[in-house]
């Protein structure tokens, strides 16, 4: 839509939305979910004309109605960071992330916010911030690709003393995780270390999709 096309899609948007929410008002709704479906629907939708156009004043003003999830302190920051007022976003960010922690939110999670929260804070000059929170996070859920946002924050003269860091803490995890970094990063002597080391009973119980990569960069 064209800048006049999108006005009269939000104000067609909007009326809908207030009159779901004022037949709805009569019940007393404890967060996002609890509206009904008319409610919530149409809330998304100006969430996301308000996610176009930038505009975070009316998306803060539609959380005050219907309450605020870690998807919208998410898509708040998102918003600050085009506007390149990184500080703010940081705000939302970390706002979201407390949310997180308090609750179960099911549709409403922010899944960027851990990630978003690394870039702000890069952006704004706290790289080992950034770098501990990347490490913080590989060592709670070992993958190749927590092994990859780790290695966005690390210069490349320290890239070898992290990567043997994460080949260590990895072995310490899962078997699959073990197989699965080696053979992204190509450590082939400790990937065939360990697979010698496995009975075929655990290799048998691993998913082919970790087993055939593995068994294919061997050969």
Known sequence: ?????????????????????????????????????????????????????????????????????????????????????????????????????????????????????????????QKGDALESAWSEFKAYPSEFSYDELMKYISKKDRKHWHNRAIEEVKKASLPKTLELCTKTKEWEILAECIDACRHEDLESISHYTTEKAAQELE
């Not at 870690?70 to 960010?93: F, M, S, V």
């Not at 922010?110 to 978003?116: F, K």
Request: glycine share 6%.
């Open 1 to 125: 839509l064209n800048r006049k096309g999108l006005s009269v899609f939000e104000i067609s948007i909007r009326s809908r939305f207030d009159e779901a929410f004022t037949a709805a008002q009569s019940e007393i709704a404890e967060g996002i979910d609890a509206y009904p479906y008319a409610v919530r629907q149409n809330a998304d939708i100006l969430k996301q004309i308000y996610i176009t156009k930038k505009d975070v004043e009316s998306y803060l003003a539609q959380c005050e109605k219907v309450g605020t999830t870690p998807r919208d302190c998410e898509n708040i920051a998102k918003i600050y960071k085009k506007k390149h007022l990184p500080q703010d976003a940081l705000i939302w960010a970390d706002k979201g992330i407390g949310l997180e922690e308090k609750d179960t939110w099911s549709n409403e999670s922010g899944r960027d916010l851990s990630t978003l929260r690394r870039e702000l804070l890069n952006d704004l000059g």
